[in-house]
């Protein structure tokens, strides 16, 4: 579908540029917190994690794991280098303790993963912003390669749509507004696409039309109660290539799920308000979750991304 010029100068692309910045909040700077933190790290032990997994996957795709234990590998190893930056960035003492002995099967990972996530979706509120959407998008990566196949997952849904307790900050408000962007964006894709997929996508397509919808319309009173006024969506957009085929449509759907992770990591770094990131991590899982399959369907590679939300 081709929009007419007057549209592609309103919006341009279907991914918007703006959401990869947003999501890039600013590093502080160690000198900044007024002295040394004798508090272990809370992200040495997501570090440590990602670490033995990487390892004891790459051990296993040699063999019966084969290329699903590759992409975990790959996938956990770009967890473990970006979390060690940080860690090694502000060199907090790290607690010292056994960790669990890695899977020596496929299967074993599953478990391993859930926990990975939990553990960083629990640390998403109380940390600084560039922490949190770190951490948040390496919860969203364990949640992204649980659909990667029945050995690993499925794992489990985001939770339900909630609005978080408590007024809307300002300085959250156009970060809101570009994740509204994203899921007008989005369900306007749902909607083009249904005419390439074949039936047997009817249950993936109505229940990612149900999610964005339903975040959408929250995030629309949300900002409407924070007293501006939600940005509305286009009359079409511009896909990044032409949609002709399953596999061309299915590619469609998971660059809106990229675009939405994106949006929502940058309400993640772009506030202190623990109630909204936690909302925000539950989008940004659940775009993630959403995406695996449509890549996989799609013929992408890797179908599972190490680290939603952030660019790449």
Wanted: aromatic share 4%.
């Amino acid at each position: 579908m081709t929009a007419t010029p007057t549209e592609r100068s309103r919006r341009g692309v279907l991914r918007l540029g703006a959401l990869g910045a947003l999501a890039a909040a600013t590093v502080p700077l160690a000198a900044c917190s007024g002295g040394y933190d004798q508090e272990p790290d809370p992200l040495a032990p997501l570090l440590a994690a990602a670490d033995a997994d990487a390892t004891a996957a790459r051990k296993l795709a040699s063999g019966a794991g084969g290329q699903l234990a590759t992409q975990v590998a790959d996938a956990r190893a770009a967890q473990a280098a970006a979390l060690k930056t940080e860690v090694d960035r502000l060199n907090r003492p790290k607690k010292e303790a056994t960790p669990a002995a890695p899977p020596d099967e496929l299967g074993g990972f599953k478990q391993r993963l859930a926990t990975a996530r939990t553990q960083a979706e629990n640390l998403v509120p109380g940390l600084p912003a560039y922490r949190a959407g770190l951490v948040a998008a390496v919860a969203a990566g364990c949640a992204s390669l649980q659909r990667l196949g029945a050995a690993l997952g499925p794992g489990n849904d985001a939770k339900p749509v909630t609005a978080p307790s408590g007024t809307v900050p300002e300085d959250a408000v156009e970060s809101l507004q570009k994740a509204l962007s994203s899921e007008h964006a989005a369900l306007w894709v749902y909607g083009l696409v249904t005419a390439f997929l074949p039936g047997d996508f009817g249950e993936a397509l109505k229940a990612g039309r149900a999610e964005h919808t339903a975040r959408r319309d929250l995030v629309t009173q949300m900002i409407t109660s924070a007293g501006a006024t939600p940005v509305a969506p286009e009359a079409a957009y511009v896909p990044p290539k032409p949609v002709t085929d399953t596999a061309s449509a299915a590619a469609l759907v998971a660059s809106a799920e990229a675009d939405s992770a994106a949006a929502w990591l940058g309400v993640i770094t772009h506030t202190d308000d623990s109630g909204l990131r936690g909302m925000a991590v539950q989008a940004l899982v659940a775009a993630a979750r959403r995406g695996t399959p449509w890549r996989q369907e799609a013929g992408e590679s890797p179908a599972a991304v190490a680290l939603p939300g952030q660019s790449s």
